[in-house]
């Protein structure tokens, strides 16, 4: 036990820590996991076969089975596809020609809409979903630290891990401004005065966290910092174990399938 | 409770990621993958690989807290759901994020949407570079028209126009690029397109006095961030 108090919120930037009990997924390294997911979203996008798509999708449920996604939260986010791609994949049946299969209420619908609507659908939801389990499943930190050793531009790197350090930071004070709000009784409605206020708001925690960007500039020249995080736990980075080039192997196979069918 | 938005804190503290409270609404203007042409995708990954590439070199390290805080704040106020008639809408922001961040946008705005896709799954993989520049020119465009016509001690009023008028201007600009990159990829979505525009148009209004309210707050209380890039 430290001597200070734990913060729940600060565990973001402690990815260090082993996890009890990991899964499969987890036990990659995360250049692997990123990696896998670029093929994958690669593969699914050039593909445009049906069967092929149907196994994407297999496939990537399967890796969200061994990611150990919560499963209702998964099926969730499925579904919850952008509001307006809906509507999109909705009008695609009657604003593609094809072979005309029925007409409710004298609108076409075309088979041919309705396949394209399906791939469509198929695609974006394998590509979510293999997203989710081998990328979102990881801590945002070792995401920012694979995507660094995998070649990603420092700056880029330093401003994703900021960012997501202050995402909370932020959060906590946006919370604390709208109770300060709310104690005199700003209620939101639909209206000028409420999408005003609101700006203000926002307005405000700028110049709050801009004021607390430079204090904290000041705190980090004053340790020497002088653009670039030195790496205290894991500066050697660990060579791909077999379990890497195994799993990589057993899913480039299956990529390879999925384009083999799809070609 | 409409605006009751960003929960970024994961429930459980061992969970260790951010989660957000509000899954199942969504952030529109973003492209799930498998919809574009190829083309389309190659067209929008060059631009943005360029945009990217060009607000780094501009980046001075010691800068970077700062972006990142601006780029949080936004990204934080892009989660707060606004009501608007029947329903309720999400900011864009891209406006504001244009006249703070200048070229910095086009990197701030591609770590938004990659947290975006990999944390929530809205947005995909191979489109990032579409939708960091349908997000992106917009507001490079609105924050330099803006800077072109603010001088230092002007009023609060014409903080206020210019403001509302890159705020929603940024909105309807994201919007006609989202429809010309869905009419490029296919004749079929064209439909799809005209109605992107339609639904935007709510968001424009709401989001031209959120920005007028912003700005104007700006110019009173640190003028300096308007001036010039922070």
Known sequence: MSVLAPCPCSGILDAA?????????????????VVLAVLFALTVVTVASLSALVLALAAAVTLAVLARLAPRQTLRRMLALEGFMLVVLALLPFTVPGRILAEPLGFAVSAEGLRQAAVIGLRANAVAVALMALVGSLEVVALGRALSRLGAPERLVHLFLFTIRYLEVLE??????????RARAFRPTCGPHCWRSIGYLFGMLMVRSLERAERIDAAMRCRGFT????LLDDDEPQRPGALDWGFGAVSCLALALVAGLGA | MPVEGARLVARKPSERRLAPAIEDKNIMAHIPDGVLSNPVLLAGTVVSVAGVAFGLRGLDPVRIPK???LSAVLFVASLVHFPAGLSSVHLLLNGLAGIVLGWAVFPAMLVALLLQAVLFGFGGLVVLGVNTMDMAVPALLAGGLFRLLWRDGCSQGRA??????????AVLATAVMVALVLALSGREFETAARLVVVTHLPVMVVEAAFTAAAVSLLARVKPELLARQP
Request: hydrophobic share 40%; charged share 30%; glycine share 14%.
């Open chain 1, 227 to 230: 653009g670039r995080f030195p």
């Open chain 1, 17 to 33: 820590r082993p996890r009890t009990e990991r899964s499969l997924v987890g036990r990659l390294d995360p250049r692997t996991r």
């Open chain 2, 67 to 69: 972006v990142a805080v």
């Open chain 1, 172 to 181: 906590r004070e946006y919370r604390r401004l709208r109770l300060a709000m």
């Open chain 2, 160 to 169: 206020a126009v210019l403001g509302a008028v890159a705020g929603g201007g």
